[in-house]
């Protein structure tokens, strides 16, 4: 059996600018400059003029950061096609939650807002967000996506292992290292820890609610400490690939984008699903 999109065009674009191609902002005193949304541009004409142009289908995706472009650039990029050309967008662990850190704080939205001033991304945001909220708070998806008109797919583990690491219980919000052991390895995790991140499963399901009530939308939020799931061919389409039910990420997406079904795929919560590929990384992944 071979996966949809196997025999496709595809082409990867290297994410280098920090702020998810879109950021257009210049420091001259101190030779900054951010091009990210010029990028975005350039590489969007370029691929029109070698005859994208003409595809009759379109789908564009992006892992982590670029799950964030994918979301962040999915209705501009449906503008680029005719109204006949079927183009829809997929967002792989974009879904960064803005929510309180184990400290207390908001680790992400203090990051997130960095970016945001530094690059100049405000005036890249859809006005429809930036009108009601802070420019900072419209950079989560979970502001963006009831704005997008595009077709979207959402992929992600609700304990999502980068957010985990980076956002949820990163150094900075856990100085004396209570966390240490469990955002490394899952299996480390206390029975508190283990319920703060099912509470933090749950804020992901509800900020998909409205977003997985429209039949053009699909979704697949496994409970798993994973990341980036159509990166790697274990995950992806393999014979023993994560499944919701009976149907895994490759076969989900496909279903969804071709219309064969509608796909609002959310597992149970940990540890019920037994065909996760959780991830365990050594203690000089953290670097500080």
Known sequence: MLAD????????IRYCDG?????DSQNEAKKLYFRGQRIWLAAM???????MHYANQALLSGCS??????????DEFRELFPRTTRVKCLSDAGLFLDVIDVSGGRALRHMFGGVVRLQQVGKMLPQACTSRLDPTLCFF?????????????????AYDSWQVLSSLAPPSADPHGYWQKCRLNYAHCSSSQIQFLQDIRKQMLNAVGGFSGSKRNGLFINSCFAHCQTERQDTWFAHNS???GN???AQSVGDWYFDRAEVKGI???YPCDKTCHNLVFRQEFLGT
């Not at 702020?19 to 950021?23: L, N």
């Not at 004409?45 to 005859?51: Q, R």
């Open 45 to 51: 004409k370029d691929l029109m003029s070698k005859g």
């Open 65 to 74: 950061a670029g799950g964030l472009a994918a979301t962040l650039h999915c």
């Open 141 to 157: 998806p979970q502001h963006l996506i009831p704005l997008t008109k595009t077709p979207l797919f959402l992929l992600n583990a």
């Open 247 to 249: 149907k895994g990420i």
């Open 5 to 12: 999109f196997y025999n496709w065009n595809r082409v990867k």
């Open 267 to 269: 597992g149970c919560p």
């Open 19 to 23: 702020a998810s191609f879109s950021g």
């Open 242 to 244: 994560p499944r919701i």
